[in-house]
């Protein structure tokens, strides 16, 4: 009887110690997102900032924007100098159709007295003179045409000139209006309604919970089974004392050994190098950044 409790516990134990052994897990680590941390791209006063930790937001969202009323004034300062500038350009029509007039009586001065000279009632010299009359004015309306132009010329530059400044400032405008670049979850915030930014200055960090990544580490020996792309089984504590199970894909191998972390474990735990691989996991909001998590290779 006795050799029989023996027996029976003896078997337990192997059972329990095999199914042990097939649980084990291949690498472990824990879990991360790709995190961005969003700044300030203008100077001032934060006038609202309508975000909370933990908030969905959605790209392209206005969140807040800082104060630009001295942008705003200094916009419509630079739209009055262009309208200004723009409206001191010469109207070359108006201002040769005095001499155009000339132009056009001297010539026709000219033919009657080359219609007289043919009759032999106007002199040669009476000719000559309607002739240079003639070339003289065509001279100055050149001249005039020429001055014209490069006078509105100019001042067409120095309108593009100020259309360039206005670009410049309706662009930092633009940057006053906090907007939200990526889809995710606000994790932390910096900064808060009425204080004082400046360029560069970090107002919050988001993240894309949606998918997440759980960075394991492998040694030298493992590297020949797991490929990219690769489905891996990943686990975590149910809260329960057992495991959640779900699917993961190895989406990057490090090229690179490295010394393992000191907190985390592997199958091989006396390589003194390990490789880092990432594994992207479907999140349906169970897994939280810094969680612990194995994988098991397929």
């Known amino acids: 009887m006795k050799s029989s409790i023996i027996m ?13 052994k097939n649980n084990q897990s291949d690498a472990s680590g824990t879990f991360e997102a790709t995190e961005t941390i ?3 791209e203008a100077n001032g006063k934060i006038l609202e900032l309508n975000l909370e930790e933990s908030q969905l937001l959605q790209q392209g969202q206005q969140v807040g924007h800082i104060d630009s009323v001295q942008l705003h004034l200094t916009r419509l300062q630079l739209m009055q100098n262009r309208k200004a500038i723009l409206s001191g350009r010469p109207d070359v029509t108006t201002q040769i159709e005095s001499l155009q007039k000339e132009l056009e009586n001297a010539m026709s001065d000219k033919k009657r007295i080359e219609n007289l000279v043919k009759g032999q009632v106007a002199s040669q010299k009476q000719l000559d003179d309607a002739s240079t009359r003639v070339s003289v004015l065509q001279s100055k309306i050149d001249a005039q ?8 010329s100019t001042l067409t530059e120095q309108g593009n000139t100020v259309e360039f400044q206005l670009g410049q400032v309706e662009d930092q405008l633009r940057k006053c209006r906090i907007i939200n670049p990526v889809n995710g979850t606000v994790l932390t915030k910096y900064a808060n309604a009425f204080e004082m930014v400046s360029v560069g200055k970090p107002l919050y960090k988001i993240a894309d919970l949606t998918t997440i990544i759980l960075r394991a580490y492998i040694t030298g020996n493992q590297l020949p089974v797991i490929k990219l792309k690769q489905k891996v089984k990943v686990f975590t504590d149910d809260g329960k004392g057992g495991f959640r199970e779900t699917e993961g894909m190895i989406t990057w191998i490090s090229d690179k050994a490295e010394f393992m972390p000191k907190t985390i474990q592997t199958k091989d735990e006396r390589a003194n190098m390990v490789y880092a691989i990432k594994v992207t996991v479907q999140n349906d909001g169970s897994y939280k950044i810094g969680m612990y998590g194995e994988i098991k290779f397929q």
Do not use: M, W
């Open 8 to 20: 029976i516990f003896s078997l337990a134990l192997f059972f329990v110690s095999c199914k042990n």
């Open 145 to 152: 045409k020429s001055i014209l132009n490069t006078t509105t």
């Open 38 to 40: 969003v700044s300030a």
